[in-house]
């Protein structure tokens, strides 16, 4: 596993990429290590020294109201933002499902997958990937003729095949029906215990992290306003009793105002 | 039709519906000939046109020689000039549309000689370069050059950047990103560029080849102006139409294969 690290300076800007190759991964490696990371738009601070830890293999979601620095956060661990400050430990390889499948219109489903893959035989790891994820029969369709649910499957192969130590997943369904997201859900679980890379799922959707995390984190001023191990066997019943507790609390967490709580969600 | 649009699906038919029209505009014209309500010293009629076409190619006139000669010359200058702009217009927008160097070099010197009245060039065009074909096939290089730089440089920067992103977490080499995403990406638009390019060399040629010309469809158009013979005029006038609907259904058919991932997408 190799680690790319990016430099401390605490204040100011960042930041001098050093990449340090790892050896094999003890069980108990993280697979982002995350400290006082800060960001500013102008004279907003949207991450305002933020740590967080991710173990290898955990299954983490993040939830947090719109501007809270959620997608801020994952686009600095994926290496799309160089201004952040702070210091950053990451596993690679780093895979990224964004909010839109973000598909290229002119390659096919299958050259989508292999786009930049560096492994021997690209097309059969492709092929396979595109078969875990339910889409055999469309390798050859072009891009804009896929469904929403089917355009965010082919995302999913194409983070997949590049065997991620970290998988960080944009709010990947909160432009699918409800129908498919639930589908995506049990097919994105599918997938986790079966290739296990640490996975951050930033949404916005209290229920969709109930589902699925370890861990969920509610962000709040720019840091992690709460953290909470979800500690139930999946696959989950949204109605057991500790998830509904949960449920409450990530609300309140979130400030949605209580009344018949039960009403409103 | 590439990218036909929304309504296109609701038209029924195909492209030779389209010729309805056009049929429709030479029997009205013939009739008017036909009836002396356009004299034929002014207009000659469709019928008579067609003949005088038909004389041309048949017969090798000491004045005016043969169409297909003319036509062969000027297609011939018609087809350098264009291949050559439209190569170097590809090659400027690649250097300025990827790097800032590049735009800095050559885009504002690009956009500062495109808004130089192109056959207003002409003149200044055969003092230095003589009444040969150079002059003639220079004024369709820039006639090409122009629309297919702007057009392909717009192409470049109107990619998506969040596909550009997404190179980035795809680990894709600069190289990689030009070849699989920014090129690719910019070919609606330099396609696009490409049948502006065909109209805009056309109209060059045209200008281009009537002065000091001694072959060629221009040639023939200048000499027919003396004996004031119209048909001729028209004939040639034809041909030139005929290139462009040629070179125009070569850009489509391209636009039909290359952007076969937007044309499924417009069923």
Known sequence: MATRVRAVNGSGMTSVAATAVGTTAPADQVAASVSDLTRRFGDRLVLDGLSLDIKAGEFVAMIGRSGSGKSTLLRALAGLDREVSGSMTVAEPVAVAFQEPRLVPWKRVLDNVTLGLRAPEPARVATEALDEVGLTERIT?????LSGGEAQRVS??????????????????????ALTTISMHRLVLQLWERHRPAVLLVTHDVDEALALADR????????????????????RDRNHSTLTGLRLRLLRELGVPMGDTDELI | MVGGGLAYRFLPGRGWLRLISLLLLLGVWQLLSSTGVLPASRLAS?????????????????????LQASLLVSAERWGIGLSVGVAIAVLLAVA????????????PVLNAARSIPLLGLLPLFIVWFGIGNLPKILIVVLGALFPMYVNTFAGIRGVDPKLGELGQVLGLSRWELVRHVVLPGSLPSALTGLR??????????????QINANAGLGFMINTAEEFLANNIIMVCLFMYAILGLLADAAVRLVERRALAWRREFAQ
Request: net charge negative; aromatic share 8%.
């Open chain 1, 156 to 177: 999913l192969a194409r983070a997949l095949v590049r065997s991620p130590s970290l998988l960080l997943l944009d709010e990947p369904f909160s432009a699918l029906d």
């Open chain 1, 141 to 145: 369709a072009w891009p804009l003729t």
């Open chain 2, 46 to 66: 469709p019928v008579s046109i067609a003949h005088t076409a038909y004389t041309l190619v048949t017969t090798d006139s000491p004045t005016y020689g043969t």
């Open chain 2, 196 to 209: 502006l390019s065909v109209v805009g060399s056309l109209l060059a040629l045209v200008v281009g080849e």
């Open chain 2, 96 to 107: 300025s549309g990827l790097s800032r160097i590049g735009e800095y070099a050559f885009d």
């Open chain 1, 216 to 235: 969920v984190l509610v962000l709040g001023d720019g840091r992690i306003a709460y953290s909470a191990t979800v500690d139930v066997p999946r696959p």
